[in-house]
C-alpha cells in the first residue's frame, strides 16, 4: 500500500517539476543542459577510472576537475543571467557571460599547468 502511494507522490513531483521548467527561458535551459553534460562527463570520468585504473593520476584529475569546475562557472552564469534573480538585476548578461568565459580561461590554463 505504502509502495502505490509513493509512486503516486514521485509521478506528481515530476509533473510539478515538468510544469514548472516548461516556464523557464530558452537561453536557461541551454545552460542546464550544459551543466548536466559537464556533470556527466565527469561521472563517465570517474567511472573510467574505477574500471580501468588512474595510471596518469593527475590526467585524471585535471580532467575531472575541469568538468565539475566548468559546471560550478555554468551555474554561476545562469544564476546570474536568470532574470527573476533580483540580486544581479543590474549586471547586462554579456558582462556575465564574458565573467564566464575569462574564469574558464583561467580555469583551463591552471588544468593545463597541472597536466605538467
Known amino acids: ?3 502505490s502511494t509513493t509512486a503516486k507522490d514521485a509521478q506528481a513531483l515530476f509533473q510539478s517539476l515538468r510544469s514548472g521548467y516548461a516556464g523557464t527561458p530558452t537561453n536557461l535551459k541551454i ?3 550544459y551543466i ?6 565527469a561521472v563517465i570520468q570517474v ?6 585504473g588512474s595510471f596518469p593520476f593527475n590526467s585524471f584529475l585535471s580532467g575531472v576537475l575541469s568538468c565539475v569546475g566548468t559546471a560550478v562557472l555554468a551555474v554561476s552564469l545562469r544564476i546570474q543571467v ?5 540580486e544581479f538585476k543590474d549586471l547586462p548578461p554579456e558582462r556575465a557571460f564574458a565573467d564566464f568565459i575569462l574564469c574558464n580561461l583561467v580555469l583551463h590554463l591552471v588544468i593545463m599547468n597541472f597536466l605538467g
Open 1 to 3: 500500500m505504502g509502495r
Open 31 to 33: 545552460i542546464d543542459l
Open 36 to 41: 548536466v553534460f559537464a556533470v556527466v562527463t
Open 47 to 52: 567511472v573510467y577510472m574505477a574500471v580501468v
Open 82 to 86: 536568470n532574470k527573476d534573480n533580483k
